[in-house]
């Protein structure tokens, strides 16, 4: 062999290595969800989990006037929304919304709704926070009822207003503007 041969040979074997590596071409990053969640904020990072959570679902709402046990309305489950009316109510008067509710299996007890009010100008939804009752220990068992009560004034209703309420998923940022407009809903009249 000459000098001129071994450089050759590296050359050779050096070019047939390099031809059998493969380079992979960059590829899109994949995000690991875990990193992903431990980079959020704390405020963020619960609200991402609160989301995740199954929620309570009302079965049915009853209307009651000054506290009497005769529901003035039908099952919550019979029809989309009940209606009420304030408008031949004398100022002492108030209206008790009995809300029933009943968990599915792995749903986890969520004490807050939203007590959507339909008018001719739109949804106005009110915060709703159920009071503890009889049944919040068992709370979280399937098939098992809680009852709420939320009372609503003369003033809730607006002057001589009828209006139709059903439940909803609350919304944090249904809560912070819900005063606003629950106010211009009764100026509006």
Known sequence: MNRMTIPCLLFAVVAVAQAQVRIKPPSATKVNPALQKQALSETARKALEEAGKSRAYPVRAEINRLG???SL??????SPADRICGRNAP???FMIVRLHY???PGDSYVPRANLVVRKSDGDVLIPVTLRAGSG???AGVAGRPFEGLLALSKADLCPGACIDVRLAPRDAADANRFDQRWQRACFSR
């Open 102 to 104: 009943e968990w599915r």
């Open 73 to 78: 309305l039908p099952g919550f489950g019979a």
């Open 136 to 138: 919040i220990a068992e």
């Open 68 to 70: 009497d046990t005769t």
């Open 91 to 93: 100022d002492s008067s």
